[in-house]
């Protein structure tokens, strides 16, 4: 068990730019959350997978944003035309029946 | 709906007590507690399942009134390793995600 993985764990990128993050869940959780954090606040909910299912998507995110789980394995996050305001700390969660267990998140800076 | 939690922040010395509210406006089914240090990502404190339940994980303890819809983290004789920034996550009856509040920054001086 190592874990849960995020990659990569640094992006910068030019505004309009697309950009692709990777979550890799510990292997017997089923269920797999996204989450943005600023500065300062607590982490906001983005979507969540059980399997490959995604089962729920947050109303405040735009249809920029796409996420994969394929096979119930990893995940992907796409944020596409990226704007300033995507600036945060995205991280990935996984959990079987209780607590989550983050990764290490990926600090997106669009500039 | 967001948590609210209170304080917004505590400041001690180690080895004193601090209490950590997190209050919501939605009946509850579940409490967690997080702690995230600077740069790093939250971690599993515990989870509160039902009303009035009470548990411990160290020096650290929390209750969950179901009725009031409140948490309260209860951090005693405090180590400097407890300092960080506290999250309660809540989740709704019927939902299966957590809404975390806005965190309580805890600072534990020598």
């Known amino acids: 068990d190592t874990g849960v993985s995020q990659d990569p764990r640094h992006k910068i990128t030019k505004r309009g730019q697309n950009v692709t993050f990777r979550c890799d869940p510990i292997s017997e959780h089923n269920r797999l959350y996204w989450y943005r954090q600023t500065l300062g606040q607590g982490p906001e909910f983005l979507t969540y997978?059980?399997?490959?299912?995604?089962?729920?998507k947050s109303r405040l995110l735009s249809d920029r944003f796409s996420a994969e789980r394929p096979k119930g394995s990893f995940s992907t996050l796409e944020i596409q035309r990226t704007e300033q305001g995507d600036s945060a700390m995205y991280l990935c969660?996984?959990?079987?029946?209780?607590?989550?267990?983050f990764g290490s998140g990926t600090r997106l800076t669009v500039v | 709906q967001q948590p609210v939690q209170s304080p917004q922040a505590v400041i001690l010395r180690e080895g004193e007590d601090a209490v950590i509210n997190c209050s919501s406006s939605k009946a509850l089914y579940s409490v967690h507690w997080y702690r995230q240090k600077h740069g790093e990502a939250p971690v599993f404190l515990m989870i509160l399942l039902k009303g009035g339940e009470q548990k411990g994980h160290e020096k650290i303890s929390a209750s969950f009134n179901e009725k009031k819809q409140q948490s309260s983290l209860y951090l005693t004789a405090s180590q400097l390793s407890y300092s960080g920034t506290y999250f309660c996550?809540?989740?709704?009856?019927?939902?299966?995600?957590?809404?975390f509040g806005q965190g309580t920054r805890l600072t534990i001086n020598p």
């Open positions: 997978f059980q399997n490959e299912a995604q089962l729920e």
């Open positions: 969660a996984s959990s079987l029946k209780s607590g989550y267990t």
């Open positions: 996550g809540t989740e709704d009856k019927g939902a299966q995600k957590l809404v």
